[in-house]
């Protein structure tokens, strides 16, 4: 179906069902899983200027940069927590050589970026400077290895070179490179979209060769791998299906791939200009995240009962085309409200399915698709997905606790045949963090107008609530390198409990997190 035809049919009048009120219940005393801060993971892709420009200028640019990584890039990082970052692709990673990007800067060999616009690239952002970023961040790496176009004894001999301490040959030329002691890594993915840019293979085929490569990458002085076949784009349930059944004793994790796009042909539409009902279909697509996790896990389920093997969803987020007057197969898109509205509701849905789902990775980090900053020369702006990320960030390694939403509700009326008829106008999610502090998030979907909200206290002793608030007057509004602050983290005002229950005006399109006191 192309992209008209599906804007066409999903966004028939959208009729909202008024009730009386709109009310939360969060139960404190029903504590579920501990919500994995890898969840939050990022994704830097070899892809346009997320890379090169984005995360790594070199030690001899005029911006600003500690051993070559963009210095203000770097410390906004740091205050999002990052847990985790996948690289070097996406569909870059099978067509990487990792020989390339290791020793001197000036004897690597040049290569060409043939998936994203042909861009050339030097290869001085390679397995050191990817290693020594992790380390600068504090997070942990997710290698991308190479199975479409790769061996298994590049492979295996990439694992060597990073993780063994012998007296080996690639131990030897990691040292002679620089790196005495060997780096930690513990999450490493065996290929990428195998069923498309990765080698456009049927699932049979990909689960034998995911056998042969991770038998082969093993695990050196100590260090034990967490082996991630590549998995399924959203509702390829047969794909799940076979790489459970014949995967191996070997698969640790499973990879999910879906994005909130109007669909694969044609324009994808603009990141900036958009109509209500195209807001409204735009968070009914993101909410359909929730059936196909339902029912990938539900395979999962029926072939691991033990919930040995974990979904990881390292791609997500929204995709529109390119912004007017930037390079074709760079992804450079701008970043609005919605983006934002889309990020905190997929944190809501997640946080509900951490028995599995061990891991997201939104894509991508800098300068690509849904990212958390963009950079133009020396020009750094925060977008409003960074701030969902850093107000969210309170949710990592804490405990979930369930809500309830009883709200106003949209009908979306001829919708697409994946969606939900009714489109809730409040998302919400909540936890405890291990000192006992409760935070509840909430969003207001609605665009047209605020909500005031009942929340009702279960089994939690707090007499106020203080919090942080992200919204902008219209849904459009974003940060340019002309105007970097106009959507912002602003302060919420003091709420009072009273009899355990408190009331919450959320003004329309903006989410709020709130501490318990």
């Not at 934002?340 to 789902?357: C, G, M, N, P």
Request: aromatic residues 10%.
């Amino acid at each position: 179906m192309r992209f008209q035809q599906i804007w066409g049919v999903a966004l028939c009048a959208a009729v909202s069902l008024s009730i009386e009120a709109q009310t939360v219940t969060l139960h404190g005393d029903q504590p579920g899983e501990v919500i994995p801060k890898e969840i939050y993971g990022q994704f830097a892709e070899h892809l346009g200027t997320c890379i090169y420009g984005g995360l790594w200028v070199g030690k001899e640019s005029k911006i600003p940069n500690q051993e070559g990584y963009r210095t203000d890039v770097l410390n906004a990082l740091k205050a999002l927590k990052v847990p985790v970052l996948r690289w070097p692709g996406g569909c870059f990673a099978d067509e990487y050589h990792w020989m390339d990007g290791i020793g001197p800067k000036e004897q690597r060999p040049k290569m060409v970026n043939n998936n994203w616009g042909g861009t050339v690239e030097d290869n001085s952002f390679g397995t050191h400077e990817f290693f020594n970023l992790c380390e600068l961040l504090g997070c942990e790496p997710y290698l991308s290895g190479n199975v479409g176009s790769g061996t298994v004894e590049e492979l295996a001999k990439w694992v060597e070179y990073i993780t063994s301490d012998s007296d080996s040959p690639m131990a030897n030329l990691r040292r002679k490179n620089g790196r005495e002691h060997s780096w930690n890594l513990k999450f490493l993915g065996v290929g990428n979209e195998s069923w498309g840019c990765g080698g456009s293979m049927r699932p049979e085929y990909y689960a034998d060769l995911f056998r042969r490569y991770s038998t082969y990458c093993r695990n050196y002085d100590g260090h034990q791998l967490f082996k991630i076949a590549s998995g399924a784009s959203d509702y390829d349930y047969n794909w799940t299906e076979v790489l459970m059944q014949r995967g191996g004793g070997n698969m640790a994790g499973l990879s999910l791939h879906y994005y909130t796009v109007p669909g694969w042909e044609g324009s994808k539409g603009s990141a900036t200009q958009f109509t209500r009902d195209q807001y409204y279909w735009t968070i009914g697509k993101c909410r359909e995240i929730e059936d196909v996790l339902k029912k990938h896990i539900a395979i999962m389920d029926a072939q691991d009962p033990k919930g040995n093997v974990a979904l990881l969803l390292d791609e997500w987020g929204t995709w529109w085309d390119e912004e007017p007057g930037t390079i074709k197969g760079h992804l450079f898109q701008q970043n609005s409200m919605r983006d934002a509205i889309v990020a905190s509701t997929s944190f809501d849905i997640f946080h509900k399915y951490t028995k599995r789902l061990k891991m997201a990775n939104i894509a991508q980090i800098v300068n690509v698709l849904q990212s958390m900053i963009l950079t133009k020369e020396e020009q750094m702006v925060l977008t409003p997905t960074y701030y969902v990320f850093k107000q969210y960030a309170v949710h990592q390694d804490a405990t979930h606790l369930p809500v309830d939403i009883d709200c106003e509700e949209m009908e979306m009326q001829g919708a697409n045949r994946h969606f939900e008829a009714k489109l809730p106008m409040l998302s919400a999610t909540a936890s405890k963090d291990q000192q006992g502090r409760i935070h509840l998030s909430l969003t207001n979907v609605s665009i047209d107008k605020e909500q005031t909200v009942t929340v009702n206290l279960k089994g939690i002793n707090a007499t106020k609530a203080t919090g942080v608030m992200l919204t902008a007057p219209r849904i459009e509004d974003l940060n340019s390198f002309e105007h970097p602050d106009k959507v912002k983290e602003v302060p919420f005002g003091e709420v009072k409990v009273k009899q355990g229950v408190m009331k919450v005006t959320l003004p329309k399109n903006s989410i709020v997190t709130l501490t318990l006191l």
